[in-house]
């Protein structure tokens, strides 16, 4: 049976990597594990949080303790970021116990349906984006349903373990051929409107945003690491739409 203290390195590095993994900061995800062992009374705290792993070190009751876990998938869910923090800080001020902390995360991180409600939501407010390239409400729908599927397709491929580069391609291309379709069925609407509606959903933009602010906190590998993903993850959809434009 695990002692206290590893039951609280345990939480912190579950904590820091759950945050990665749902889009949050480095910084964010080393602060989170830093203040969970510094609530147990654990000295000489070192947390390296990197895009695809954590490391987590300290000392407690003069015994050096380390742990590292790597990180497989990553996605956004700033829901999730908040609910983190939220268990960070009660776990910190001694208002919630180890044991129930680990609960929770079990909870958030088997969310029955958070994917399913939180693509319904990306997917109408992308479809907005199709209104504001000079679409209408026909265009709305049509980039909405489109959005949709893209989504339902990107989790079909990582399901199957597909490289984030050529699902974001596989999704991208599957925006651009239903537009197409919609353009043959409904001639009169405006085709560019749909394609960017529906890609909103897949481009790189919190990622983006991480990667700046990584590198002005001094993490300059996460801030590269997450710069050169968002920028793979450009290239991968602009190339799946121009395939699909370009027959």
């Known amino acids: 049976m695990k002692d206290s203290f590893e039951e609280y390195l345990d939480l912190a590095l579950k904590l820091s990597i759950a945050m990665l993994k ?6 964010r995800a080393e602060e989170c594990a ?12 070192q947390v ?10 300290a000392e407690y009751q003069g015994k050096s303790y380390t742990k590292v876990c790597s990180i497989r998938t990553r996605s956004n869910d700033l829901g999730n970021i908040d609910a983190l923090n939220t268990i960070s800080r009660e776990v910190s001020a001694r208002r919630m116990s180890c044991e129930d902390a680990l609960e929770k995360l079990k909870a958030i991180e088997q969310g029955k349906y958070a994917f399913f ?3 319904i939501f ?14 209408g409400f026909l265009e709305f729908f049509l980039a909405f349903i489109v959005a949709f599927i893209a989504q339902m397709f990107l989790l079909a491929f990582k399901k199957i373990g597909s490289i984030t580069f050529f699902a974001n391609l596989g999704g991208s291309m599957i925006t651009a051929l239903l537009a197409r379709l919609s353009a043959a069925l409904f001639p009169e609407i405006n085709m560019s409107s749909i394609i960017i509606g529906g890609i909103m959903t897949l481009l790189p933009g919190l990622a983006m945003v991480n990667a700046i602010r990584d590198t002005l906190y001094g993490d300059i590998v996460s801030g590269t690491a997450r710069g050169v993903e968002a920028l793979l993850s450009a290239v991968s959809i602009a190339a799946g739409v121009g395939l699909m434009l370009a027959f």
């Open 122 to 135: 990306s997917s109408f407010s992308s479809a907005a984006f199709a209104v504001m390239f000079s679409g």
């Open 34 to 45: 830093r203040s969970i062992l510094a609530a147990c009374g654990a000295e000489s705290i």
């Open 22 to 27: 749902n889009g949050g900061e480095t910084y």
């Open 117 to 119: 409600k939180r693509s």
């Open 48 to 57: 390296l949080a990197l895009p695809t792993a954590v490391t987590a070190t």
